[in-house]
């Protein structure tokens, strides 16, 4: 089993920025990639941005240049770094660990994050 659990979401105006935190726990080793979705009220689940086990990222379109997701795997952390937030931004940011060999997908309970003025 793998325990999730974010951290840092708030109220931020508009062209702020937040840091996001995952810390995970039991058996993490397995593994293989790490990512940040988001939900907003009303609609489906999307993906915010992944790192793999080897380091290597993606993310959605709408949060390139503004969004980086990093690891620290001294603290068995992840993070989301979200800078020039947006409105539309505003949403509960789940974290998501995927084990491939075993088809698992574990989820963190999620942390609200609203930008407003």
């Known amino acids: 089993q793998v325990q999730l659990v974010e951290s840092g979401g708030g109220l931020v105006q508009p062209g702020g920025s937040l840091r996001l935190s995952c810390a995970a726990s039991?058996?993490?080793?397995?593994?293989?990639?790490w990512g940040w979705y988001r939900q907003a009220p009303g609609k489906q689940r999307d993906l915010v941005a992944r790192?793999?086990?080897?380091?290597?990222?993606n993310y959605a379109d709408s949060m390139k240049g503004r969004f980086t997701i990093s690891r620290d795997n001294a603290k068995n952390t992840v993070y989301l770094q979200m800078n020039s937030l947006k409105p539309e931004d505003t949403a509960t940011y789940f974290c998501?660990?995927?084990?491939?060999?075993?088809?698992?997908?574990?989820w963190g309970q999620g942390t609200k994050v609203t930008v407003s003025s």
């Open positions: 998501n660990a995927e084990k491939i060999i075993t088809a698992t997908d574990y």
């Open positions: 790192i793999t086990s080897g380091g290597i990222t």
């Open positions: 039991g058996n993490i080793f397995s593994i293989n990639t």
